[in-house]
């Protein structure tokens, strides 16, 4: 929508969420998870396209929309990023021992060999765009940008039945040089997309034992 | 949601969303704005208690939930942070000049003076939570889950009709003085949060001719 017009009639008549959508958002929330059993079976292009659509109305510092995307669709170029994992992964693994050591190496943490999409994300720390606003004591807030996008991607994509898995056990150097982008891009994510094995509500992590969630990020402290 | 029992029987039949409801969180999208002009109404402590209940299922690196909350209630306190943003914009305000310059002083930028409610989030950068879990290669991603968390606190925020803006424009050293929380604690965001003047669809900086958007995060370049 860049139409004067039609922007001025639009927010004359702003939408209304009533609860049963805030109900339904709420499960939406609840079942976004972080996928990285998938099934074979391809995404079609369109449904990319149109979560691509929304997740440039994600919110940036000053506007600055300064997401970057790498589809990652060689089968050479996705074979070194999953080699990438695994190196980092083993030395990830030897920081645990005895019965956590063995479960840690029974935790799938990547989909890298099966997903149909795989994207990385990177943030272009030079771009113009926003003209420096709100950035200048805090520069990382353009790579929050990013991640401000990936999550809105996310819940997006799970309104589609589609898993998205964000994989970060990565040398984030080696990708970028992998992947041959501009050195100012600085590689935020590395995000598996596709069709799910299976829904559910409760967390990969805690499904298999590794912890349960904490209450610790519900506490408020007041100032 | 914790007993087995409960936990298999959701997983036994997952949601669906449908078209309407995908078509209602399009919009819920496209009208999330980064607000800073809110009436001085107060918002109900319980409509607090639900979006932060939402926030804790959001995505975290390893779920380790590393958010922590600071809400900033005392007059002082906001006075203080209000004056850290008076400085940091002064200085960032002499980056432009001329007719940009004359733009830039009109823009308002935080509504620190009148928001309702005001939440300084850092990220516990030592919690134990997660055991480490994908973040040793990339220490910054228990940063990114606190911004996926806010991400998810903003939409549902905007569900109920409330508008959050996040205020970047500070030192962050001195806000972790000011706030007196753990040194391990790392400054992410300020988000002032209440009732907006008006619903609009355009973001602020198009709305008040600073820019427009760019269509650079849009390009998906192959690999």
């Known amino acids: ?10 927010n004359a008549n702003p939408p209304v969420f009533d609860e049963a959508f805030r109900d339904k958002f709420a499960e939406l929330i609840a079942w976004r998870r972080d996928v990285r059993r998938f099934k074979t079976d391809s995404v079609a292009p369109e449904l990319i396209e149109q979560l691509l659509d929304l997740a440039q109305l994600a ?25 990438n994992f695994l190196r980092c992964n083993e030395i990830a693994a030897s920081a645990y021992q005895g019965e956590r050591a063995a479960l840690y190496a029974k935790l799938k943490l990547e989909g ?37 996008m990936i999550e809105t ?10 898993g ?14 992998e992947l041959d982008v501009p050195a100012t891009w600085k590689f935020i994510a590395y995000l598996c997309v596709g069709w799910p094995v299976e829904h559910h509500v409760d967390p990969e992590l805690v499904r298999h034992h590794w912890q349960d969630r904490t209450t610790a990020g519900r506490i408020v402290l007041s100032r």
């Not at 929508?1 to 639009?10: C, G, L, Q």
């Not at 919110?59 to 080699?83: C, F, K, L, M």
């Not at 765009?129 to 790579?143: H, I, K, Y």
């Open 1 to 10: 929508m860049t139409d004067p017009a039609e922007i001025a009639a639009a």
């Open 59 to 83: 919110p940036s510092v000053g506007n600055s929309q300064p997401w970057r995307w790498i589809s990652v669709d060689s089968a050479e170029t996705r074979a070194r990023i999953r080699a």
């Open 112 to 148: 890298i060999d099966v997903a149909p999409r795989q994207f990385a994300l990177f943030c272009d720390r030079t771009t113009a765009q926003g003209l420096g606003v709100g950035r200048q004591t805090m520069p990382e807030a353009l790579d929050y940008s990013v991640v401000a």
């Open 153 to 162: 991607f996310w819940l997006a994509a799970r309104t589609l039945g589609l």
């Open 164 to 177: 998205v898995g964000w994989v970060s056990i990565l040398d984030p150097q080696a990708i970028t040089t």
